[in-house]
């Protein structure tokens, strides 16, 4: 099993990358923002409290997001790997993700961090927030607020991969295709070693 987060600001792209990554790797997709857009669409209560935060550029609490990733890994028990797309997003996420995966006798492999300006970052979501239909699209306020949670709160899972020598920095400006070149040659180049090595 070799598993993946695609790390970096919101509008940094992973959500476009992850698509083509699990069809090149076979790895099953895991995003938070698509599992809390799916609970807020199906009005349960767990979307209704997740959906206060979200429309607010905030992050929602650790044990939500914590819970519904512990779902989605025992449903998925015989999954090749795993690409993490929007979590771990605080500290106590990445803490509580190593423990989950290390249940299961299995780790992450590498921490793929998309590097964009900021301004790129208000002009892509902006940009995104005219077709996607959501209300933390077209906003700049709320946009501005998401980029200051990552600031604040989620470059630190950087520095926890960090210790490990987990993460790699990918240019994030470019066209789709070379983006998904560097981030393939890294995970190929990652694979190769670990098959290796076990
Ligand atoms: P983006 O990367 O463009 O911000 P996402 O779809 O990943 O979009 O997330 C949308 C919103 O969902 C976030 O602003 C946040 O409120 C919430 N969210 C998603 N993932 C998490 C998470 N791991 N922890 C806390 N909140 C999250």
Redesign the pocket.
């Known amino acids: 099993m070799f598993n993946i987060i695609l790390f970096g600001?919101?509008?940094s792209g992973?959500?476009t990358q992850s698509e083509k990554l699990i069809l090149q790797y076979g790895l099953k997709h895991l995003?938070?923002?698509?599992l809390?857009?799916t609970e807020i669409a199906s009005q349960t209560p767990l979307g209704l409290e997740?959906k206060n935060?979200?429309d607010k550029?905030?992050?929602?609490?650790?044990e939500v997001?914590i819970g519904m990733i512990s779902t989605a890994l025992d449903a998925n028990s015989k999954a090749n790997g795993f690409l993490f797309?929007?979590?771990?997003?605080?500290k106590a996420?990445s803490e509580a993700l190593d423990k989950l995966l290390k249940l299961k006798q299995t780790e992450i492999g590498v921490v793929l961090s998309l590097q964009v300006s900021e301004e790129e970052l208000v002009k892509r979501?902006l940009n995104r927030g005219l077709t996607s239909g959501r209300t933390?699209?077209n906003n700049e306020e709320v946009i501005r607020e998401?980029i200051a949670?990552y600031h604040r709160k989620t470059s630190a899972v950087a520095d926890h991969y960090q210790t490990f020598e987990k993460v790699v920095a990918i240019p994030g400006e470019g066209s789709v295709d070379e983006i998904f070149e560097s981030l393939s040659a890294e995970i190929d180049h990652r694979m190769s070693a670990h098959t290796t090595f076990r």
């Open positions: 600001p919101p509008g992973k959500g995003s938070t923002g698509d809390l857009r997740a935060f979200m550029g905030q992050l929602v609490p650790d997001v797309d929007g979590f771990p997003r605080t996420q979501l933390d699209d998401r949670e």
